[in-house]
């Protein structure tokens, strides 16, 4: 029996060591730190080359936003607030809804939001009143091409009009989508437009947009003349800076 124990001892000692399955697996992934030193080398190079690819915006010479100078309305005006799906939805990184009674049976509501580069695609395609009023039961019935208007200080910015119908009282909607050089964009969140801007190498810096809502007014030439006397009035052109 000893005898017998000596030689398959010797021989296992003199074969070659096979490592079970569960040893090659490991033996055959890679060390973890290479996997990590990996993904930051990509991650770098992927930001160098976004970098080097696109024009950045040179904002405290190029760049300009709008501010609305409620004190000069004319009328007294309430602060409202957005309500939560509103604020959740669209992830604004600053959002006003202020609302005034323009004359005798009519009422006036503006949102002013602005979308720094980090939060603009998360707000394409959801904050347009052709959106957004149908899903709370008014009736689009009629649109126009973008209008210009004035500024209290004197620059033009454009705005798409649109008229709905809420318990067969009409409803005329101005609204506006300007880009950091307050030149009016359309639906940016399409794929077409995307790929365009980035073969152009250009990057969205800021998003800004205002609606007003008017309700009580009978035709376009009222509602227009509403737009163009608030923007005229209260709204204003200011150079945007870093700290914007």
Known sequence: TLVAAYILVERQLSSPIQPNIRTRKALQRPPVGWGIITSFLLLGGTVMASTMWFERLDQTNSGKQLVIEWDNLGHSYQNDEIPYRARTQLRYSKGKRTSWIPSSGTKATAYHFRWDRDRISLFNSIHRPEVCLPSVGLKRVDSIKAITTTTSNGTYIQFHGHQFLS?????????????????????????GNRLKHTWERKRAESRQSIELILTGQQSWSEAESSLHEWVST??????????D
Request: no cysteine; charged share 15%.
């Open 234 to 243: 209260a709204i204003k052109s200011i150079p945007t800076t870093k700290n």
């Open 167 to 191: 318990q067969n009282r009409s409803v005329f909607v101005w609204f506006g989508v300007w880009d950091h050089t307050l030149t009016l964009i359309g639906l940016e969140s399409a794929p």
